[in-house]
């Protein structure tokens, strides 16, 4: 069985600081990996996707991927109260599905 | 923008009525998905489809059925309602093995 695994929080942190959002992921042979947020209610925006070890940053969004130690990572800089939501980790483990953590969630307060 | 509608944000129906969820997506994407989420189990992969006529069973597919006639349309159907499928419903859908694009979901309740 592939597995992702997220610690579920709540992360609290104050607004303007960075939150760090992690996940493992089980299946070694695993090419690409998507980071979601879902508000309560609603369904999953995709907000990054990183294929390649390293970091990929888009604007307050920085992906951080770590194929060695199966580990990916999302940091929030500059946290805002509209950031509060929960956020899924997901990984490609067959040709085109997806497994998906049951996701962390974030709470910043004003 | 990637466009994925689904056919109602709410139903309500009842113990073994036939349920059509219906999927559209306006992006020409060849892959297609229906997952249901639930309270502390996370996003679980129903069915799933490659292409128009193509079916793939996902990790709970038992209960449902699905159909894809046309390349932009994914229905998800339920043979005969049941309270345990009570549910929200998400479909989504994808070029290749790129992000999944999703759509507003249905909260679907058995009564």
């Known amino acids: 069985q592939k597995e992702v695994e997220q610690n579920s929080g709540p992360l609290s942190v104050p607004e303007g600081a960075i939150a760090s959002l992690n996940c493992t992921y089980s299946?070694?042979?695993?090419?690409?990996f998507f980071w979601y947020r879902q508000y309560s209610g609603k369904s999953p925006e995709l907000i990054m996707f990183i294929y390649s070890n390293g970091d990929k940053e888009d604007g307050r969004f920085t992906a951080q991927l770590n194929k060695a130690s199966q580990y990916v990572s999302l940091l929030i800089r500059d946290s805002q109260p509209s950031d509060s939501a929960t956020y899924l980790c997901a990984v490609i483990t067959g040709y085109s599905t997806l497994t998906f953590g049951k996701g962390t969630m974030l709470l910043v307060s004003p | 923008d990637v466009k994925v509608t689904q056919s109602s944000r709410y139903l309500v129906k009842r113990t073994g009525e036939k349920v059509f969820l219906e999927c559209v997506q306006d992006m020409d994407h060849e892959n297609m998905f229906w997952y249901r989420q639930d309270p502390g189990l996370g996003l679980r992969l129903i069915y799933f489809?490659?292409?128009?006529?193509?079916?793939e069973k996902g990790d709970i597919p038992e209960g449902y059925s699905v159909s894809r006639e046309k390349k932009e349309r994914f229905s998800l159907i339920l043979e005969s309602a049941s309270t345990n499928q009570t549910s929200m419903y998400l479909c989504?859908?994808?070029?290749?093995?790129?992000?999944?694009?999703f759509g507003p979901g249905t909260r679907l309740t058995v009564l």
């Open positions: 299946d070694r042979g695993s090419q690409s």
């Open positions: 989504a859908s994808t070029k290749g093995q790129g992000p999944q694009y």
């Open positions: 489809s490659y292409d128009v006529k193509m079916k």
